[in-house]
C-alpha cells in the first residue's frame, strides 16, 4: 500500500518533467515504469520515513522529550488515534482504494486528477484533525505543529506543476524543523542528542531516494530546506500568536 502511495505522488511530479511532446495522441499510451530490482535499504528508509508516519513520529516525539507527557499524563492514546487515523489510516487506504478500483492510475502523469487527488486526500484529512484539535483548545503552538502539513501539501500541490518536490524530504524537514521551533521558541530546550539523531536520519532518507533515482540532490535539498523552515515558522507563529494579534490590532 505505501509503495502505490508513493507512485501516486511521483506520478504527480512527472507532470514537472512533461514537455509540451506529449500531445494528445501519445497521452492516450499509459507509461509502466521499467521493472527494476532496487536496493532493499533504501526502499526501507524511505517507507519507514514517508510522510504518511511524519506526523505520528511528531506528535510521539512531543511525549519524548517535552512535558507533554506529565500535562497530559496517560493520554498518549487519545492523543495518537486521531492522528494515526486521519493522517495515516484515511489518505493510506482512500488511495489503495482507489487505485485498485482504477479511478487512479499511478503510471499516467499525463491524467492530473491523478496526482491532484492524493494531495486533496491529505489536504482534508489533516483539516480535520486540525478542526479536532482547535476545539479542544490545545495551546497554539501545537495547533501550528499540525497546521504545517497543510501549508506543505498546498506549496507541494503548487509545486508539483513545475518542478518535482521531494514531499518525503519536506516532510521529514518539517519534523526536524516543529523540533527545533517547539524546543527553542516554546520550551526552552536543547537536546543536542536528539537533533544530531533527526538531522542523520535525514541524510539517510536523503540518500536513499537519490539511490532510488526518485530526485536529483537539488531537489532533496531544496525539498529538505523548504519543509525545515515552513515548519518552524508555522510552530513560530503559533507560539507568539497572542502576542502577533495584539501587535495588528494596535497598529
Given at each position: ?9 511521483d506520478?504527480?511530479?512527472n507532470?514537472?518533467?512533461m ?5 494528445s495522441?501519445k ?7 521499467p521493472?527494476t530490482?532496487?536496493p532493499?535499504?533504501a526502499?526501507i528508509i524511505s517507507?519507514?520515513?514517508?510522510p504518511?508516519?511524519?506526523g505520528i513520529?511528531?506528535?510521539a516525539?512531543?511525549f519524548?522529550?517535552?512535558?507533554f ?6 493520554q498518549?492514546?487519545r492523543?495518537?488515534l486521531p492522528v494515526v487515523?486521519?493522517t ?9 482504494f482507489l487505485n485498485k ?7 499516467d502523469?499525463?491524467r492530473?486528477i491523478?496526482?491532484f ?11 480535520l484533525l486540525?478542526?479536532y484539535?482547535?476545539s479542544?483548545?490545545?495551546y497554539t503552538w501545537?495547533?501550528?505543529?499540525l497546521?504545517?502539513?497543510i501549508?506543505l501539501i ?10 518535482k518536490?521531494?514531499?518525503q524530504?519536506?516532510?521529514?524537514g ?5 523540533t527545533l521551533?517547539v524546543c527553542?521558541?516554546?520550551k526552552?530546550?536543547n537536546p543536542?542528542?536528539l537533533?544530531i539523531?533527526?538531522?542523520i536520519?535525514?541524510g ?6 537519490l539511490?532510488?533515482q526518485?530526485h536529483t540532490p537539488?531537489?532533496v535539498?531544496?525539498?529538505f530546506?523548504?519543509?525545515l523552515i515552513?515548519?518552524?515558522?508555522c510552530?513560530?507563529?503559533?507560539t507568539?500568536?497572542?502576542f502577533?494579534?495584539f501587535?495588528?490590532k494596535?497598529?
Open positions: 500500500m505505501i509503495e502505490e502511495i508513493d507512485e501516486a505522488l506520478s504527480g511530479n507532470l514537472s518533467n514537455g509540451s511532446d506529449h500531445n495522441e497521452s492516450q499510451f499509459l507509461y509502466t515504469p521493472q530490482k532496487e532493499l535499504l526502499n517507507t519507514i520515513f514517508h504518511l508516519f511524519m513520529y511528531g506528535v516525539l512531543l519524548l522529550y517535552t512535558d507527557n506529565i500535562i497530559f499524563s496517560g498518549f492514546i492523543f495518537m487515523f486521519l495515516c489510516v484515511v489518505p493510506a487506504s482512500s488511495i489503495y478500483s482504477g479511478l487512479v492510475n499511478n503510471y502523469p499525463t492530473k491523478d496526482w487527488i492524493p494531495y486533496l486526500l491529505a489536504f482534508c484529512s489533516y483539516s486540525l478542526y484539535f482547535v479542544a483548545n490545545l501545537f495547533i501550528g505543529i497546521a504545517t502539513p501549508v498546498v506549496i507541494g500541490a503548487i509545486t508539483t506543476k513545475y518542478w518536490i521531494s514531499m524530504m519536506m516532510a521529514m518539517a519534523l526536524i524543523g516543529c521551533s527553542y521558541n516554546v526552552g530546550l543536542f542528542i537533533f539523531i533527526l538531522f536520519l535525514a539517510c532518507l536523503g540518500v536513499s531516494r539511490i532510488l526518485r537539488t531537489q535539498y531544496i525539498s530546506l523548504i519543509g515552513v515548519s518552524y515558522i510552530v513560530w507563529i503559533g507568539f500568536w497572542a502577533i494579534v501587535f495588528f494596535n497598529l
